[in-house]
């Protein structure tokens, strides 16, 4: 694995230290911009850019992960996807906090606009069947124009179903690959089959693809701008996700104070 900082796009955005986890200082059209031009600028035979996200909870997965861990701190790049990092960068490094919260739902329209502008290809790869292609229809639907060269599931139903997969998208080679497994499946599973895939750069997502797929709602702006995405969230699936927003939350606030208080 590439060593933490190591990268092979030095107009990479600068960086902050969080707690072990190189964070990309950037705001949302900064981070546009410089995923982009990974994308347009492959450089073979070194594999594609890698670029994944940060929140509470990804912290805490991390804390207990040691491989998801590695991951972070190997990653292109590692953007604050969640009001709690940007919060937690506040107390840490009150005078040069994180900017803002960089949340891909919010701005992926634009992107593959500016994408589609510069004549890059994006594939998407992830959720449970149909959800991946119902989001591509959409994204076509809102860029006339966006080359979107596949839309595949990331619930292999069978052994050749990866295979088959890996090899759609070599001979495609999209310059942007968006995966959308969930962490920590998608980093792992992305950094493991990057030199077998011929893009420009791979992009981590989340649970992206289920919000504009329509398998999952999304809070309303107003709720998002007040940093109460994850209350929203919690209220309307109470059961998967008590854990990871009412301990989950308070586990994370707990050591960021904890850590704050040490001189």
């Known amino acids: ?60 997965i991390a804390s207990e992960d040691p491989t998801y861990a590695v991951l972070l701190r190997s990653a292109d790049g590692v953007y604050a996807d969640g009001q709690g990092i940007v919060w937690a960068s506040r107390r840490l490094e009150p005078e040069a906090p994180l900017p803002e919260r960089v949340n891909a739902a919010d701005f992926i329209i634009d992107l593959l606009k500016a994408a589609s502008a510069r004549g890059l290809s994006v594939a998407l790869l992830g959720s449970e069947p149909g959800v991946a292609r119902r989001a591509g229809e959409r994204f076509m639907s809102a860029v006339p124009g966006l080359k979107l060269t596949g839309c595949y599931d990331g619930y292999f139903s069978n052994e050749g179903g990866q295979p088959a997969v890996l090899e759609k998208l070599a001979a495609d080679q999209p310059d942007l690959l968006l995966v959308g497994m969930g962490v920590p499946l998608q980093e792992k599973w992305a950094w493991e089959h990057r030199a077998q ?52 939350n308070a586990r994370f606030m707990w050591r960021v104070l904890r850590l704050r208080r040490v001189p």
């Open 197 to 248: 895939l011929p893009v420009g750069a791979i992009w981590c997502v989340g649970a992206m693809f289920e919000y504009f797929g329509e398998a999952r709602a999304r809070a309303p702006v107003w709720i998002r701008k007040a940093g109460l995405e994850w209350l929203f969230r919690l209220v309307l699936e109470p059961r998967r996700l008590w854990r990871r927003y009412l301990v989950g």
């Open 1 to 60: 694995m590439r060593e933490p900082g190591e990268s092979r796009d030095q107009a990479r955005p600068a960086q902050l230290d969080f707690l072990g986890v190189p964070l990309l200082r950037c705001d949302t059209p900064t981070f546009i911009k410089w995923l982009l031009d990974a994308a347009a600028s492959r450089r073979e035979p070194l594999p594609p850019t890698f670029v994944t996200y940060l929140n509470a909870w990804c912290f805490l």
